[in-house]
């Protein structure tokens, strides 16, 4: 099983990005799959979570509005676009698989990446 998420960089506040995590060795349409965040001396966070047929998404309060999570089944991908980045969304992004309903805790998940840093600064 491997999930790889690639995107991550410095961004000026108020600047956009684009996480991708792809992924193999798992059946990615049957699983949930979801962004985790971890910033400096801090736990890591729950972002956004797509259930199996994107209807259903769920998405953490800091970041309802500005960041969308999306998902190709046919691709095996998962993505984050991310609009209106601020200095406090600096942080390591992880993406994350379970084979089961969204869930917010990060120990529900069974599968991670190996996180890509994203910086927001000036």
């Known amino acids: 099983v491997q999930l790889q998420a690639s995107g991550g960089g410095l961004v000026q506040p108020g600047g956009s990005l684009r996480l991708s995590c792809a992924t193999s060795g798992f059946t990615f349409s049957v699983y949930t799959v979801g962004w985790f965040r971890q910033a400096p001396g801090k736990e890591r966070e729950f972002i956004a979570a797509?259930?199996?047929?994107?209807?259903?998404?769920n998405y953490a309060d800091p970041v309802r509005g500005r960041f969308t999570i999306s998902r190709d089944n046919t691709k095996h991908m998962l993505y984050l676009q991310m609009n209106g980045l601020k200095p406090e969304d600096t942080a390591v992004y992880y993406c994350?698989?379970?084979?089961?309903?969204?869930?917010?805790?990060?120990?529900?998940?069974?599968?991670w990446g190996q996180g890509t840093l994203v910086t927001v600064s000036s």
């Open positions: 994350a698989a379970r084979n089961r309903p969204i869930s917010i805790p990060s120990d529900a998940y069974d599968y």
């Open positions: 797509v259930g199996v047929n994107s209807r259903i998404k």
